[in-house]
């Protein structure tokens, strides 16, 4: 049965996932390609391209899209793939919650306590670390483009990378209004 | 308007525009919740990131249950996790039934040439405010610059660096005392 297959599969995938997004993926990509075989392998590839494209956290987009193939592919009408879209989407979220529910009510409890107050005060700057790191490993080809291969493209990434980040932090624009702006920007300028 | 009203639209919200995963949402999440709301306060969300970091699932998604949960229990907790995942679930679906052919549209295309490195600056910005509030100081400056270096240069887990220093900060808390 494809819809209890899609609850375990994607339930699995949730608990098991550290590290956000990323590390999801070749998760998915191993049990819904490999063991599964819900998908070929370009299909795969699509669906990760749509993710990176869509709003939304991508392991949810992932799951959502691979939810609503795997069902098409098995015969079933639309409407029955729209329902394995959807639970395979609350099948990635219901496990961490539970467990977040748990470390919440603890944490909630006890965030006066001299111990938890420290390892937080530890904590606080290894985030500031992460978040750099992050924007670190992003400022790539694939983002940016290559200055060798396409440098109007580089160098205008570059400017709304600078703009972006002054627009942000100096002029508080809010984040939102700054996405809509640069994609603006790319649909007249490219 | 209900507070459960105002949690599902602040989190659809925030969920709508958060492309390119997880950490392109930090900023929005903290001009809406933090700024806006005052739902927490800048502290309370840095330990927020640390928590949804650490835990299995999604990033963004763990943290809507935490500041949920910390607002209303576990149905604020509910609501905000779903309110993340409803856009969505909703954008994909559009576009699994109608639009097979997104990918190739070269408007679309050309709009997230212009988006992407405008995430990799919102990911950046934060950084700097962040390091303000989390005490950042001549003694303690090295942990972020380290963090930085093992997760980007060496390919290390985030996860590592988060143990690690929880483990550090519990053994200091101890000695200190």
Not at chain 1, 27 to 50: P, R
Not at chain 1, 150 to 173: E, N
Not at chain 2, 9 to 38: C, H, N, P, R
Not at chain 2, 97 to 124: D, H, S, W
């Amino acid at each position: 049965m494809i819809f209890v297959e899609l609850f375990y599969v994607f339930s699995k995938i949730g608990i098991f996932n550290f590290g956000g997004g990323y590390a999801m993926l070749s998760l998915i990509q191993d049990e819904v390609v490999n063991k599964h075989e819900w998908m070929t392998i370009n299909e795969f590839t699509d669906i990760v391209a749509i993710s990176q494209s869509t709003p939304g956290p991508i392991g949810i987009n992932c799951a959502t899209y691979t939810g609503y193939t795997a069902v098409i592919h098995a015969g079933y009408p639309t409407w029955a793939a729209v329902l394995g879209a959807v639970l395979a989407s609350l099948s990635v979220i219901w496990l961490p919650f539970i467990l977040m529910v748990s470390i919440s009510k603890f944490l909630i409890k006890h965030h006066e306590s001299r111990t938890v107050k420290s390892v937080f005060g530890t904590l606080r700057p290894v985030i500031v670390g992460l978040l750099a790191a992050a924007a670190i490993m992003l400022m790539s080809k694939e983002n940016f483009g290559s200055p060798s291969e396409s440098p109007f493209v580089f160098i205008l990434s570059i400017i709304i990378f600078l703009f972006a980040f002054v627009g942000t932090r100096l002029y508080k624009i809010h984040p939102i209004l700054m996405i809509l702006l640069c994609g603006l920007a790319g649909l007249l300028i490219y | 308007m209900g507070i459960y009203t105002d949690i599902f639209l602040t989190f659809a919200k925030i969920g709508s525009f958060t492309l390119g995963g997880g950490y392109a949402m930090v900023q929005i999440m903290e001009k809406e919740v933090v700024d806006k709301k005052q739902w927490l306060s800048h502290e309370e969300f840095m330990d927020t990131l640390v928590v949804a970091q650490s835990t299995p699932g999604l990033f963004a998604i763990d943290m809507a249950s935490h500041i949920g949960l910390k607002l209303k229990g576990v149905r604020g907790g509910i609501v905000g996790a779903l309110a993340t995942a409803l856009p969505s679930i909703v954008a994909i679906l559009l576009i699994a039934i109608f639009f097979q052919t997104f990918r190739e549209n070269i408007y679309v295309e050309k709009v997230f040439m212009g988006v992407r490195p405008c995430v990799v600056a919102l990911i950046l910005a934060p950084c700097f405010s962040m390091a303000k509030k989390a005490k950042l100081n001549k003694r303690n400056w090295w942990i972020p610059v380290i963090t930085a270096l093992l997760i980007s240069a060496f390919g290390m887990s985030p996860i590592w660096c988060i143990l690690a220093a929880g483990i550090g900060g519990f053994i200091y808390g101890r000695v200190k005392k």
